[in-house]
């Protein structure tokens, strides 16, 4: 138990932006790598997209439970 205290005094700041990290990429926002030219010529393979996932939608993080449902994707 003295270790656990100490590593948690020693790292404490660390610990909690991974989790804070963890549960805003799970519930708010994340982003993905294009894996192929399917929407070449706009998104190129290997760009970075960063995902609203509230957009849609608020989750429980973690899950696939929502919360509050806003919007259905349309195309265009």
Known sequence: MKKFQQLWRENCGIIVFLCCMFVFRSAVADWNDVPTASMQ???????????????????????TKSLIKRADPERG
Not at 44 to 63: C, E, H, S, W
């Open 41 to 63: 010529p706009t998104i190129q393979i290997g760009d970075r997209l960063l995902v609203n996932k509230m957009a849609y939608d608020l989750r429980v993080p973690f899950t």
